[in-house]
């Protein structure tokens, strides 16, 4: 079956400092690949996707993402963190075989510290 | 451009109640979705539309939940009679067309507590 997980629930980082979130997805054929950014009382915000091509992504607010198949990861980065990032990031895979649903990962919280 | 609109932001029910919750997605977007997100969960997805039509309600609990898209615009999803662990927020997106684009916009969610 297919599934995302995102091993880490929380993770805290101080401001300027470098974020990795990690993601790691089961799946048969070859994945699409989402994250998202979900702020408090909000909806999902599009971060950046994985189609096909170039396995280092670039997404919006200086977020990157690299696809590696051999480790069945999508880990997202960004290289300094700032205050306004805290929120909550979902890893989701897309089903381009069963109309394009999106299986979610649980999710992970990360808070900004000064 | 404007968004996926859902209506209303926040309601609060007592368990056997039945609520409603609607969903406008963007203009000229074929596909639509309503997601689950329970507290400390990812979204499930509960239903999708194309057009007017049901392509996946493999996990819509039919004996209390239903949707509709009549006119394969809006949407609305419907418990009765509610549950307490129908508490979440529901979330619509919308896509332009599922066969050939995989991304989905997301509206800004119903909150629902159920007591």
């Known amino acids: 079956a297919q599934s995302v997980t995102q091993p880490d629930i929380h993770i805290t980082v101080s401001e300027g400092a470098s974020l990795e979130l990690r993601c790691n997805y089961s799946y048969g054929a070859t994945p699409y690949l989402f994250w998202y950014v979900q702020s408090p009382g909000q909806g999902l915000q599009l971060l950046l996707k994985?189609?096909?091509?170039?396995?280092l992504v670039q997404g919006i607010k200086g977020f990157e993402a690299e696809f590696k198949r051999s480790q069945s990861s999508f880990n997202l980065r960004k290289p300094s963190v700032h205050w306004s990032d805290a929120a909550e990031y979902f890893c989701?895979?897309?089903?381009?075989?069963?109309?394009?649903?999106?299986?979610f990962g649980q999710g992970t919280e990360l808070s900004v510290k000064p | 451009e404007a968004g996926v609109a859902q209506s209303p932001r926040y309601k609060i029910i007592e368990k056997r109640q039945s609520v409603a919750f609607w969903c406008n997605p963007i203009s000229g977007h074929a596909t639509l979705y309503w997601y689950q997100q329970i507290l400390g969960q990812g979204p499930k997805l509960l239903i999708q539309f194309q057009n007017n039509g049901v392509v996946d309600d493999s996990q819509l609990p039919k004996d209390r939940f239903s949707a509709e898209r009549l006119k394969g615009v809006d949407s609305t999803l419907k418990i009765q009679p509610a549950k307490l662990e129908d508490s979440a927020v529901y979330l619509c997106?919308?896509?332009?067309?599922?066969?050939?684009?995989?991304?989905?916009?997301f509206g800004p969610g119903t909150r629902l507590t159920v007591t």
């Open positions: 994985y189609f096909s091509g170039d396995t």
């Open positions: 997106a919308s896509s332009l067309d599922f066969k050939f684009s995989y991304e989905q916009y």
């Open positions: 989701a895979v897309g089903l381009y075989n069963q109309g394009g649903k999106l299986i």
